[in-house]
């Protein structure tokens, strides 16, 4: 199954999230075989940055390590234009979505129970 991670565009974020209001977002659309699968990055909402990912372990598992790369260079793009923190939460639908997060680089925030949060 050839999959393309690129730029998610408004379209791909209407597909997914619907119309409605648009919030600021930076992200990547996945596809496999021409169809969109989902989209994954980061939204600035409330002065806070938090990471999303919308595809399921079941669907990533084939190119996980491909996914990774490209997050983890969006983490070097947040990084680099002076982001500090980023949030997630872990979905309890998704058993590996702690694991996820752990992989990489977020860690429990002990101020916020159920929210995990990266640092540079």
Known sequence: MPVVIRPATAE?????????PRPTLKALAVEADGTLMGLLGF???????YAF???????????KLRLARAVLRLFNE???????????????DEPRAPAWLAHL????????PGLYRWTP
């Open 12 to 20: 791909d974020l209407v597909a997914v999230a619907g119309d409605g």
């Open 43 to 49: 939204t600035l909402t409330d002065g806070r940055y």
């Open 53 to 63: 990912c919308d595809i399921t372990s079941a669907e990533a598992s084939p190119f």
């Open 105 to 112: 680089g977020f860690t429990p925030d002990p101020w916020r």
């Open 78 to 92: 947040m990084r680099g234009a002076g982001v500090t923190r980023i949030y997630a939460d872990a979905d309890p």
